[in-house]
């Protein structure tokens, strides 16, 4: 009797592994009348994040101009944003999966291995917005401006800690690309998030820090911390000054930054392709968006087809080559025939 | 700015919602294998559209619950249902097994309740000081609370000291899976790119908690099932209550410390208010670990306490210390706020309103809390076969949710079999998930004192103070379990008195 009871258990659990399993390859065709069912979108990194808020608030705006379907949003974070991604290659080439990711996609995970899965290997449909790194110093700190960090920081190099969230991240990438075209030398320290990064700076264990504009203009405002400069070439916020006006040296490969982007799978049918991007498109446009873009600082790109690959293109190259010129990558970009620019 | 709060307090929505979380918290917290870290993940596509003030609500109502309900399911079942509820059920599951399950949740509720309120009254008065000697901790100071962290696996030990130290070992080395977080080389993936975000935390817990009592229960002839007779009453009685109050300060002035801390992590601060009650109670009705009521009480209460913690760094300088404040971050920014030291200055009946509702949450699952116990206690008496099959349907559900990943569910089966196995060898499993939480913040912490001193760790060490201190008292800890440490100290106690005896005497 017990074992006939305890037969039953095991059954019930083994019920479960295989319709887990049996769920993962699940597979659905369908193209006429596009959209004529819910669609889902994955974002990539995890709930309650930037790119989860940003994902979270053009979803709205896209899927009114998507007739009566809804766009339905996950969260499948992981690996720089890796696992979201396989997860949508996985499904069918039919529109009704969307990706919201971030550039790493454009070779990063290649050169640092992660994962063989580019961006090229998916369908874009726009490029979103780019969220701006800021280079920034507690207000007590000595520097004035960008000259006097760069050349404190050539006169005795690598003394000077800076501090950025991990590897590959966006302040990473900033610091890297400061230290490299104002040809000084840092002590770069991983914190393990933006906010992290942030607490070390306040609590001065850290001296420099790379985050993006949205999460340090609090700070700016209450006057605790000096913003030296924005990665772009127009002044961004007034009063702080634009890397590439300050630094001409910089200027060909700014504006830098985390960009957000919308891909569906490869070879998914024109027509589905050309109607998401035209509800896209026409979803930047919204007030709302409007609004909160200004509001965080997030700059609108748009970008869809060709222009969108000149825009990836160069963000690819500037980045994988750093990250490779730093010995951060494991891989090099010439690997996966990246160009340097 | 204080009425302003308290009218949008009153609002009867408002106070529906923190009621409906707090009742929905200490459910989800109370499942066996659905975790607080679950339902925030899946409150955010909840909340998105609502008001803010409905929105937290909701969410603080579910947080302040869920830390309390995952007791419940840590005491009956053993099964935690989020990390810092691990040590609730070394002494919490025994209590069970001897009827005395009800008793050990109504002081632990009761204790919760006093510990929220003390880390809230520490949010209303000091926040702005204590978010300022927060940030002077940096990462000198965060890996000497981590090595305390590490330490208490020694302490914790049922039995044999060597199988725990080896069982925290394999943790650590687990947590060294995944993407190097200096480096970003993947560590220990053999190729998986779902390896690459390391071994979950949540998944594996449950696995090595929940499956793997699953399995073991399975063994177990159903004739052979302890029965459990009288459960008792809830209400503590007033005798065995003033015993805890020590235990209750002490472990309320941890919780609340620790949580505002952003950079440790809430899970330390239940470890080491159980390793602090094991250590301060000399004389406990039952030994530690044998159901005394003090190790359900100083886990659970510093648990709560640290809510009222975490706040600080999230209104203070907008930097959020764990998962539930970086959704309710999300949340500000959704509706508008923009996180950071404004925060208060611009809208101080924002931080009064969560003050409040965190205020309303406590006395609400004090009831609720006291209420549904009754109710859960009744999963003693369903029978193991009947009871099991719905746990595993939890576990899997549980599992996926967090990250809606499947991979997730497989490393939840594969950490049940490995923690049935260590049942079997009776190899200890909470050392296994202490190291496996505390591994990848020391391995942080270490490299980045490394970096930031440039390999000169002693000599950066000495400039700072606090720092020092917490090393000193970690050094204490450890040599106290040497044998020849213990008598130079008690000899020379012993001759400090005499001396002391010898100066009254004149």
């Known amino acids: 009797m017990v074992r006939v009871k305890n037969g039953v258990f095991f059954a019930v659990m083994l019920l479960f592994i295989s319709m887990t399993l049996t769920a993962m390859g699940k597979k659905e065709q369908k193209t006429a009348n596009y959209p004529d069912k819910d669609i889902e979108a994955v974002i990539t990194w995890g709930a309650g994040g930037l790119t989860d808020n940003i994902g979270r608030n053009f979803m709205p705006l896209m899927e009114k101009r998507l007739g009566g379907s809804k766009i339905i949003i996950q969260n499948k974070p992981g690996a720089s944003g890796a696992i979201g991604s396989q997860y949508v290659k996985n499904k069918p080439a039919d529109g009704y999966t969307l990706l919201v990711t971030t550039t790493e996609a454009a070779g990063v995970w290649n050169v640092m291995g992660l994962s063989d899965l580019d961006v090229t290997d998916f369908q874009p449909i726009i490029l979103l917005s780019t969220l701006n790194p800021t280079c920034y110093v507690k207000s007590s700190a000595p520097w004035n401006s960008l000259q006097e960090l760069i050349s404190d920081a050539q006169s005795r190099p690598g003394k000077i800690i800076a501090g950025y969230a991990a590897p590959g991240s966006l302040g990473h990438v900033a610091g890297l690309l400061f230290s490299e075209y104002s040809n000084s030398k840092f002590n770069m320290v991983p914190f393990g998030g933006g906010g992290k990064v942030k607490a070390a700076l306040l609590g001065g264990h850290v001296e420099v820090a790379f985050n993006p504009l949205i999460s340090v203009m609090g700070d700016y405002k209450a006057g605790n911390v000096k913003i030296l400069a924005t990665f772009s070439n127009d002044t961004l916020v007034k009063g702080i000054p634009a890397l590439g006006k300050v630094e001409p040296r910089f200027s060909k490969v700014l504006p830098w930054g985390l960009m957000v982007m919308i891909l569906v799978n490869k070879d998914t049918p024109v027509p589905i392709v050309k109607k998401l991007e035209e509800a896209a498109r026409d979803a930047l446009k919204d007030q709302k968006w409007k609004d909160f873009s200004d509001k965080y600082y997030i700059q609108t790109m748009g970008q869809t087809g060709k222009d969108f690959w000149k825009k990836i293109d160069l963000w690819k190259s500037t980045t994988t080559w750093l990250l490779y010129d730093a010995g951060v990558a494991e891989k090099s970009p010439a690997d996966f025939n990246i160009p340097r620019n | ?506």
């Open chain 2, 1 to 506: 700015m204080f009425g302003a709060a308290l009218s949008n307090a009153l609002d009867i929505n408002v106070i529906l919602l923190t009621a409906l979380g707090s009742f929905s918290g200490v459910i989800i917290g109370a499942l066996p294998g659905l975790s607080v870290t679950m339902a925030t993940a899946l409150l955010v596509s909840l909340t998105f559209s609502w008001s803010m003030n409905y929105a937290l609500a909701m969410i603080i109502g579910v947080y302040a619950g869920g830390v309390f309900g995952g007791s419940i399911s840590a005491v009956l079942l053993n099964i935690p249902g989020a990390p810092s509820s691990i040590c609730t059920g070394f002494d919490g599951y025994p209590l069970a097994k001897q009827g005395k399950a009800a008793m050990a949740l109504g002081l632990a509720r009761i204790g919760s309740f006093i510990g929220g309120i003390i880390g809230l009254f520490f949010l209303a008065s000091f926040a702005p000081p204590i978010s300022k000697i927060a940030l002077s901790f940096g990462p000198f100071e965060y890996l000497g609370l981590i090595t305390l962290g590490l330490i208490t696996i020694g302490n914790l030990s049922e039995g044999s000291f060597l199988k725990a130290i080896i069982a925290g070992l394999i943790g650590l080395l687990l947590s060294t899976v995944g993407m190097d977080p200096f480096y970003g080389t993947p560590r220990f993936t053999f190729g998986s790119m779902e390896l690459l975000s390391g071994i979950g935390l949540i998944p594996s817990l449950i696995g090595f908690f929940g499956l793997s009592e699953i399995i073991y229960q399975m063994r177990i002839p159903s004739h052979k099932h302890q029965k459990v007779g009288q459960l008792g009453k809830v209400l503590p009685t007033l005798r065995t209550f003033r015993k805890m109050v020590p235990v209750i300060l002490r472990s309320s002035a941890i919780g609340a410390w620790i949580g505002a801390l952003p950079g440790v992590g809430s899970t330390i601060a239940s470890f080491l208010a159980y390793d602090n009650a094991k250590k301060t109670v000399k004389n406990p009705d039952v030994p530690f670990g044998k159901g005394a009521y003090e190790g359900v009480v100083a886990p659970e209460v510093a648990n709560n306490a640290m809510i009222g913690g975490t706040m600080i760094p999230l209104l203070t300088l907008g930097i959020p210390g764990d998962a539930v404040t970086a959704v309710m971050m999300g949340a500000f920014i959704v509706h508008g706020l923009q996180p950071g030291p404004m925060l208060m200055t611009k809208t101080p009946d924002l931080f009064w309103f969560i003050v409040i509702l965190l205020f309303l949450s406590n006395i609400l699952f004090l009831f609720i809390g006291l209420f549904v116990t009754k109710y859960f206690l009744k999963i003693l008496s369903i029978r193991p076969e009947s009871l099991m099959p719905i746990v595993t349907v939890l576990c899997f559900v549980g599992a996926y949710a967090i990250r809606n990943s499947p991979f997730d569910i497989i490393i939840m089966i594969v950490a049940g079999f490995l923690g049935y196995f260590f049942k079997t060898i009776k190899f200890p499993i909470g050392p296994v998930v202490i190291g496996l939480v505390l591994g990848s913040m020391a391995d942080g912490a270490l490299r980045r004192v490394t970096m930031i001193s440039e390999g000169n760790i002693l000599g950066k060490l000495l400039t700072r103070p606090i720092a020092m201190v917490i090393f000193m008292f970690a050094l204490l800890q450890i040599l106290d379990q040497i044998t020849v440490f213990k008598e130079w100290k008690k000899s020379s106690i012993l001759k400090l008195r005499n001396i002391l005896a010898f100066k009254k005497q004149d």
